[in-house]
């Protein structure tokens, strides 16, 4: 009969021994190719409009005691979307984060990237009928007076498969085929009815 020492130790020899089994698993999985291949959402709709370029204070609550607070330049966009993402889902896809990627260039610095609208698919089904209307979540904002004038912005979608388990790829692509959009941003200062661009 086996000591009760032995039987510990052959279960702690067993569990170590599952333990990292489990983790060659995970690992293994992140360098496997076991989902889709060469797949990508489709994206069948992507409109895109812009207010123009307003000069306003910066919220009080992200002033940090500053009086007056400072001004800053900012300008909304609003997006109409209807995409299939359902493609690039698989048995190890819990969910997919997706996000417009602003990208431009000024004096300052050589590359500014900005999230304007950002969404996580909680579900194939959902994935399958991302549909938006109008949709406006974060604003393009600079603190340098007339950085955004007549800057040339960039945009496409990024989204990220969050894995149950091994590591989750990002990917970037154009929202109206092979080229990515570029949009030029008002040269002079303008006015508009803030209800209609309010977040």
Known sequence: MHSVSQR???????????????????VASSFAPLGPKNVSPIISVFNVSMSPLMRMPMPVIYAQGQKPPPLRDYVFFKFTLRADFSPVWDWNTKAVYVACVARYR?????????????????????????????????TLE?????????????????????????????????????????????????SVKMKDWAL
């Open 106 to 138: 000024t004096e300052n610095y050589v590359v500014n990237e900005v999230i304007l609208l950002d969404t996580v698919l909680k579900s194939k089904a959902a994935a399958a009928q991302w549909s938006l209307e109008n949709a406006q979540k974060y």
């Open 142 to 190: 600079d603190a340098h007076p007339g950085a955004l004038a007549g800057v040339q912005v960039q945009l496409s979608i990024r989204y990220q498969l969050l894995r149950y388990c091994g590591h989750s790829p990002m990917f970037e692509v154009s929202p109206v085929g092979k080229d990515y959009p570029v949009l030029e941003l008002p040269k002079t200062y303008g």
């Open 8 to 26: 510990v130790l052959e279960i702690l020899t067993m569990s170590v021994s599952v333990g990292f089994l489990g983790l060659f698993i995970v």
